[in-house]
């Protein structure tokens, strides 16, 4: 038995200015061939998942590419076509099977549906394989990506934790259809609901419950598996919103209730996926009345996790303006000040334009620097590897990266875009989080793969940027009309 097993995966925010070329994958780490095992195989990510139940199955194994880049604008189409062409030139050469490891909102040059119009290519070269895929909970899906694969499944928490799990559950499926035991059909819809990421954590309402009846299908075995997307609601694309999809043993009609079932709920539920404003100047205040730490402070609108700058200084500003002390934050995108920094050196005492380097033309915002002095307290080489619970295992490349601390906030300043979701983010330069009063993230839910056991409070800050949850700021031209929230619409 030849399986292919590959990954492409990007998350496009069409509202960033950072550009997606093939040199944004290399920096997160692209792998081709062995190398794809030597890097996944003891993760607990999807194609660790994958790689362990196909060495079981005795089969052979064919990684021709493994992927990903932080979220950022669209995908350029040489890096789209380097990494589809890679992955459809393997199944070309023959295989029994083709298990996807994709994201489900990538956007580039030439598709506004990256993996629909891959898992097309590789039905048409390859009519009879079985293809399973794992898709992130924030996939936008689409009947592409239904009509050519025969098992699909997303992940069911937010941050990220169970991405083994869902590859093991589809990949099973995948096995067991290649033995003749199980039959699997899907059913799904998607929903005119375009939920707000800041909305779709997984430990909160309206998601918990949603979650909590896919589970609950599956514990019954009334499907094989449910899932619930919330969608990436940055990726102005038509198929952009909220759907479900079910896999069931041979009776469509038991995935289609199931579907159903959910969705009326998240429907009834849809003004809960709006997020609710707060002056940024009151959060903060709230957090400096408060007592006990460390106390999260989440700039959620600069999130390079969804494609953000990471170089936008409103809430560290105003953590400055109301003179907060013992804060660590992570972090800011700066190359040019890391480098200004490396040729100081550590000790130096340095005065530095920081951040704000880049313009946010879909926003109508120009890139504001914040003028800062402070001493240069650590230099690394940014590389860490991942210790908690999402990515564990994943060695992580955040390129030349400095510490300027200004004595009551020490700023983490980095030359590659890195969400903190870990916290190897303060310790690989020398910060024990555990032991700050503010840690300033710019995240939005994924902070609490591994800061969430140690914080006593956590406010969400409203600063600016392309991540903001404001609809009102974005100007959407591709997704179709009406949806909620951006109309006022009362059936689905």
Aim: hydrophobic share 40%.
């Amino acid at each position: 038995m030849r399986v292919v097993i590959a990954m492409m995966k990007h998350e496009t925010n069409t509202f960033s200015p950072i550009p997606t070329p093939w040199a944004r994958f290399e920096e997160w780490g692209a792998y081709v061939g062995d190398d794809v095992i030597t890097a996944y195989e003891r993760t607990n990510m999807t194609l660790g998942a994958y790689l362990k139940l196909a060495r079981a199955a005795g089969a052979e194994i064919v990684t021709p590419i493994a992927a990903e880049a932080m979220p950022s604008g669209i995908v350029e189409a040489h890096a789209y076509d380097r990494m589809s062409d890679a992955i459809c030139e393997a199944v070309d050469r023959g295989c029994d099977a083709v298990m996807l490891d994709l994201h489900g909102a990538m956007v580039a040059e030439t598709t506004p549906d990256g993996e629909g119009t891959l898992l097309e290519r590789i039905r048409g070269i390859a009519p009879e394989a079985p293809i399973c895929v794992t898709l992130d909970l924030h996939c936008n899906l689409t009947q592409k990506m239904v009509d050519n694969c025969d098992a699909l499944i997303g992940y069911k928490t937010y941050p990220h934790v169970d991405m083994f799990e869902v590859g093991s559950q589809v990949g099973e499926i995948l096995f067991g259809m290649l033995r003749g035991e199980v039959r699997p059909v899907m059913a799904w819809k998607n929903l005119p609901l375009l939920s707000q990421t800041l909305r779709q954590g997984t430990d909160d309402e309206p998601m918990k419950s949603l979650i909590a009846m896919a589970r609950g299908a599956e514990a019954t075995g009334e499907v094989l598996a449910a899932t619930v997307f919330g969608g990436f609601p940055l990726a102005d694309m038509p198929d952009a919103g909220t759907s479900c999809i079910c896999i069931a043993d041979g009776d469509r009609a038991k995935a289609e209730a199931v579907v159903e079932r959910i969705l009326d709920k998240a429907w009834t539920e849809r003004s809960e996926f709006v997020y609710r404003h707060e002056p940024l100047d009151e959060a903060v205040a709230r957090a400096r009345d408060l007592e006990e730490g460390p106390v999260l402070l989440l700039d959620h609108a600069d999130n390079t996790g969804s494609g953000g700058t990471q170089d936008v200084m409103t809430v560290i500003a105003e953590v400055i303006r109301q003179d907060l002390a013992d804060v660590a934050v992570a972090a800011v995108w700066d190359p040019d000040a890391v480098a200004e920094m490396r040729r100081a050196g550590v000790g130096a005492t340095v005065t530095l334009r920081l951040g704000g380097k880049t313009d946010m033309p879909s926003i109508g915002m120009t890139g504001e620097p914040l003028t800062v002095t402070g001493t240069v307290k650590v230099l690394t080489n940014g590389e860490w590897t991942v210790r908690g619970p999402m990515y564990h295992g994943l060695k992580v490349f955040m390129g030349p990266t400095a510490v300027l601390d200004t004595g009551k906030v020490e700023i983490v300043v980095v030359s590659r875009h890195h969400e903190p979701w870990d916290q190897g983010v303060f310790t690989s330069v020398g910060i024990d989080p555990a032991w700050k009063k503010y840690l300033v993230l710019k995240s939005r839910i994924h902070y609490r793969a591994g800061f969430a056991p140690i914080a006593r409070h956590t406010i969400t800050c409203d600063g600016h940027g392309v991540t903001t949850s404001d609809n009102a700021l974005l100007t959407f031209e591709n997704v179709r009309r009406p949806i909620y929230p951006l109309d006022n619409i009362n059936e689905p």
